[in-house]
């Protein structure tokens, strides 16, 4: 069984960066694919950003050229650098990771992000 943790949300205001976090324990091999998901106020559930086994990142149109997903392997973390933060940006950020190796996959409880003035 893999726990998940996301952490680093917090309330930032129009322009700024926030770095969360998602780290996972338990059963991990140190090979996993990770998707960020966001869900704002009023919205869908979004899919902001995915890294795959190798390393591969796709990001949302929304989010490219302002967010970089990135990991440690060493750590069993992921990253998200959100960086020129707008109100749209708001939402709960959930992570989902998935270990290739022992095939658990794993919610994370997600971290808000508030982006406002």
């Known amino acids: 069984q893999v726990q998940v943790v996301a952490s680093g949300g917090g309330s930032v205001q129009p322009g700024d960066s926030l770095r969360i976090s998602c780290a996972a324990s338990?059963?991990?091999?140190?090979?996993?694919?990770v998707d960020w998901y966001r869900q704002s106020p009023g919205k869908e559930r979004e899919q902001v950003a995915m890294?795959?086994?190798?390393?591969?990142?796709s990001l949302a149109s929304s989010v490219q050229g302002r967010f970089i997903m990135s990991r440690d392997t060493a750590k069993n973390t992921v990253y998200l650098q959100m960086n020129r933060l707008k109100p749209e940006d708001t939402g709960l950020y959930y992570c989902?990771?998935?270990?290739?190796?022992?095939?658990?996959?794993?919610w994370g409880q997600g971290t808000q992000v508030t982006v406002s003035l």
């Open positions: 890294m795959d086994s190798g390393g591969y990142v």
């Open positions: 338990g059963t991990v091999s140190g090979h996993f694919a």
């Open positions: 989902y990771w998935a270990d290739i190796e022992y095939g658990a996959s794993q």
